[in-house]
């Protein structure tokens, strides 16, 4: 139930506009948010606007983390821009966000005025392992494309194409 009222309330305010990408990630600790940009800087992630995030309170200590802005891409990248290595994300889904509990990274940018790219990210870990589950689609001129598929290896189960907006 924790996990449905979770889900229902993540993302629920972002901006939808065609001149800013997004990022929604959580949920995570209300502690961890608390030093969030500290803690982006000690694992080289930045979401493009850092100083735009907004916490949004959820259930039992927990928040997410939202922003807009013309430099979000929709996914966490490194201080160099380039999107985040999958051992960096495992760390810091690892040291921000709660064990055996479904974790989200959504998102979106616009790379031209015709084409927004989603992106759509689940992770579960253990405090030692974290399993993924990835996928992201391109839609122009309302056609969507899928330009990655889920991992099915020892992955998460994942929404297909059709189901992202």
């Known amino acids: 139930m924790l996990h449905q009222t979770i889900e229902t309330l993540h993302c629920q305010e972002i901006d939808q506009s065609a001149e800013a990408g997004t990022v929604c990630f959580g949920p995570i600790h209300q502690s961890a948010a608390e ?5 982006l800087r000690r694992f080289d992630l930045t ?4 100083d735009a995030i907004r916490i949004v309170p959820l259930a039992n200590g927990l928040v997410s983390l ?4 013309a430099h979000v891409s929709g996914y966490f990248v490194e201080s160099d821009g380039i999107e ?3 051992e960096t994300l495992d760390a810091f889904v690892r040291a921000v966000c709660p064990k055996n ?3 989200f990274i959504k998102g979106h940018y616009y790379p031209d005025e015709a084409t927004r790219i989603n ?4 992770a579960v870990h253990d405090g030692v392992s974290v399993k993924w589950s990835r996928l992201r689609n391109r839609v122009r001129n309302g056609t969507s494309l899928c330009i990655s598929t889920p991992d099915t290896a020892g992955n998460l ?4 194409c059709m189901q992202m907006g």
Do not use: L
């Open 35 to 39: 030093t969030i940009s500290t803690t």
């Open 47 to 50: 979401t493009g606007a850092d």
């Open 66 to 69: 939202e922003v807009s802005g």
């Open 84 to 86: 985040a290595a999958d």
């Open 101 to 103: 509990y479904p974790v």
């Open 119 to 122: 992106t759509m990210m689940t």
């Open 157 to 160: 189960t994942m929404i297909d």
